[in-house]
T-cell receptor
Framework: AQKVTQAQTEISVVEKEDVTLDCVYE???????LFWYKQPPSGELVFLIR??????QNEISGRYSWNFQKSTSSFNFTITASQVVDSAVYFC????????????FGTGTRLQVFP | GAGVSQSPSNKVTEKGKDVELRCDPI?????LYWYRQSLGQGLEFLIY????????KSGLPSDRFSAERTGGSVSTLTIQRTQQEDSAVYLC?????????FGSGTRLTVV
C-alpha cells in the first residue's frame, strides 16, 4: 500500500528563520514520483516540485530546497529565510506513475510565518 | 480559460438533498481527477478520468457518489442524499504532460 506521512501538523516560525517540513512515504513500487504542493489561504493548490524515484539529487529553487533520501524514504522540504508569504499548508504526495495515476497525499503541514 | 474552473465555489445544502459540482478542465487536458479535502485532512482521491477509458472509481466513498465527464471535457460530481460527513472541499484537477493543475475547489456544507 502507498502512504505519505507528514508528522508535523503545524509549525510556527519567525520571519527569516529556516524551516524544514518532513515527509516520509511508503510504497512497494520501484518507480514512483514525489510531489510537494502549497495551499495558501485562497485554497488553490500550487505545484512546487516533482521528483522521480531514480533521481536522488537534491534540488534548490530560490529559497526552496528538497532533500530526497530513498534509504529513509523521505522527501523533506526546506524553506530558507522564511517570509510571511510562505504561510500556507504544504502537502507532500506520492504517485506510482507520473502523469497517469492518482496522487496519495499526506495530511499536510500548516506553516505560519510571523513578522 | 487558463486554469481549471470549478462551480459553485460554495454550496450549502440540506441533509438528504442531491448536489452537483462542476469542473471545467484546461482545454486539451485528457486526464481529470476529483479529490476531497475534509477539515484538517489531506486530499482524498475520489475518481479519475483518462480520455475515453473507463474511469477509475476506486476512491468513491459510497454509491451515493458518482461522476461523469461529457465529451472528454466538463465533469460533474454528483452526491445523492447528502450527509453531514460529506461536508468538505471538493477539488478538481486536470493533467497534461507538465503535470497537474488544480481548481480552487467547491466548499460543500451539509446542514
Amino acid at each position: 500500500a502507498q502512504k505519505v506521512t507528514q508528522a508535523q501538523t503545524e509549525i510556527s516560525v519567525v520571519e527569516k528563520e529556516d524551516v524544514t517540513l518532513d515527509c516520509v512515504y511508503e510504497t512497494r513500487d520501484t518507480t514512483y514520483y514525489l510531489f510537494w504542493y502549497k495551499q495558501p489561504p485562497s485554497g488553490e493548490l500550487v505545484f512546487l516540485i516533482r521528483r522521480n524515484s531514480f533521481d536522488e539529487q537534491n534540488e534548490i529553487s530560490g529559497r526552496y530546497s528538497w532533500n530526497f533520501q530513498k534509504s529513509t524514504s523521505s522527501f523533506n522540504f526546506t524553506i530558507t529565510a522564511s517570509q510571511v508569504v510562505d504561510s500556507a499548508v504544504y502537502f507532500c504526495a506520492l504517485s506510482a506513475r507520473y502523469n497517469t495515476d492518482k496522487l496519495i497525499f499526506g495530511t499536510g503541514t500548516r506553516l505560519q510565518v510571523f513578522p | 480559460g487558463a486554469g481549471v474552473s470549478q462551480s459553485p465555489s460554495n454550496k450549502v445544502t440540506e441533509k438528504g438533498k442531491d448536489v452537483e459540482l462542476r469542473c471545467d478542465p484546461i482545454s486539451g487536458h485528457t486526464a481529470l481527477y476529483w479529490y476531497r479535502q475534509s477539515l484538517g485532512q489531506g486530499l482524498e482521491f475520489l475518481i479519475y478520468f483518462q480520455g475515453n477509458s473507463a474511469p477509475d472509481k476506486s476512491g468513491l466513498p459510497s454509491d451515493r457518489f458518482s461522476a461523469e465527464r461529457t465529451g472528454g471535457s466538463v465533469s460533474t460530481l454528483t452526491i445523492q442524499r447528502t450527509q453531514q460527513e460529506d461536508s468538505a472541499v471538493y477539488l478538481c484537477a486536470s493533467e497534461d504532460s507538465n503535470g497537474y493543475t488544480f481548481g480552487s475547489g467547491t466548499r460543500l456544507t451539509v446542514v
